[in-house]
């Protein structure tokens, strides 16, 4: 009898050697990683993508299989911390929990969230809610992952556990550990957003685009998260695949910025346009204005730009040091306040970034105060605020 059943414990109904069960892990794991991504996040959090009513429900059976997490409640969590990003309400942010905190306990915070009935149902709404996500998928959420252990089982064998092991560890490390932690402390950026995104690599593969997480916080609700030429996002490849097969359709992608030549004064079209790529308007202040002023000021004090200002306080002239330690602050405003030419830039971008995220619904008052902004930019007598100005007016989005 021992000889009979012993095949069955090391190899299940399936009896696949290790190369086999390495390629079964990869494909699980990527499905589940495509559910997250795909469906949690760029369709039910963010609305950028509608799927196929039959492939809806596969990554909703998926996720409750290999995650036990619901709908629901996952697309709450995300939409507060983009609600509530970097302040002590964001549920995950490693500024304010610390990245150890974040990178390790993730799944901890996750729970916590949870249990914020009110926040789920505040920005929870639109998600699921019919028989088969009120009577399984929610009141019994940790019976998927029993019944993932089970079929692991009985199709690989005791080499099967192992396998859902790592299925159950995959998304607690990746998702909540590496892009909700990582993906707010380490990485370049494309976008001076209003928070400390980052995008990990510019080849968002492994974890299924969520690696340009800096593009995703700049533009939250387009189902393409790269953004540059250079940049691929694997998430965005599939969407494309199935939209070509009738399985999806792109509801929201981020709208392409047009630069008009010899624009006298900024119109509803700049306004338009500024308040969609209001991020990259900071950018190119950040990468035209400041960092060719600060270029000039080490040249005339005969110094490296590091020798004049470190790094970190440099990277602190984006936001006026909101990001760095209390001391560090001090420094960086008693630094600027020497130095009148970059005191006269940080004012100018701190009025136009006020300006472009003041809660206002009056366009024709702020357009009045874009159009005084760039009058005053191109009496500063500074070069490169002039043509900073020049280039802003004649933002457009592009048809």
Not at 56 to 64: E, K, L
Not at 122 to 150: S, V
Not at 239 to 244: N, Q
């Amino acid at each position: 009898m021992f000889d009979a059943i012993f095949p069955f414990l090391t190899g299940g109904l399936l009896g696949l050697g290790w190369a086999g069960l390495l390629v079964t892990l990869l494909v699980f794991t990527q499905l589940t990683i495509f559910s997250v991504t795909l469906y949690l996040h760029r369709s039910q959090a963010h609305r950028g993508v509608d799927f196929h009513p039959v492939l809806n429900h596969f990554f909703r059976f998926w996720t409750w299989l290999t995650t036990s997490m619901i709908t629901k409640e996952w697309v709450a969590i995300h939409r507060k911390h983009h609600a509530k990003v970097e302040t002590e309400e964001d549920p995950h942010s490693p500024r304010t929990k610390g990245i150890g905190n974040v990178f390790w306990r993730g799944v901890e915070l996750y729970r916590e969230a949870r249990w914020q009935r009110a926040d789920i149902e505040q920005y929870g709404k639109g998600a699921p809610d019919d028989w088969i996500e009120r009577h399984l998928y929610a009141p019994h959420a940790t019976l998927g992952p029993t019944a993932m252990l089970l079929v692991n089982f009985a199709l690989f064998g005791i080499p099967g556990i192992a396998l859902w092991a790592v299925q159950m560890a995959w998304i607690p490390f990746w998702a909540a550990g590496v892009v909700n932690g990582l993906g707010h402390w380490w990485g370049y950026r494309n976008f001076e957003s209003a928070d400390t995104s980052t995008n990990l690599t510019p080849w968002g593969v492994w974890i299924g685009g969520e690696e340009l997480h800096n593009n995703h916080h700049a533009f939250p609700s387009s189902a393409r998260f790269s953004m540059r030429r250079w940049e691929f996002d694997i998430g965005w490849a599939v969407i494309k695949g199935l939209e070509k097969v009738r399985l999806a359709k792109v509801l929201r992608v981020a709208p392409t910025l047009d630069i008009r030549p010899n624009i006298a004064v900024p119109d509803t079209d700049t306004l338009k346009a500024l308040l969609s790529h209001r991020f990259q308007a900071m950018t190119d202040y950040q990468r035209n204005v400041l960092m060719p002023a600060l270029k000039e000021e080490a040249a005339q004090a005969g110094a490296r730009l590091r020798q004049l200002l470190p790094r970190q306080l440099r990277r602190g002239l984006v936001d006026d040091g909101r990001w760095l330690k209390p001391d560090a602050r001090e420094q960086l405003q008693q630094w600027v306040a020497q130095r009148p030419r970059i005191r006269a830039l940080m004012e100018h971008r701190a009025r136009l970034a006020a300006l472009l995220e003041a809660r206002t619904h009056d366009a024709s008052e702020r357009l009045k105060q874009l159009q005084l902004w760039c009058q005053e930019a191109e009496a500063s007598g500074i070069r490169a605020l002039q043509d900073y100005s020049a280039r802003l007016k004649g933002y457009a989005l592009a048809h």
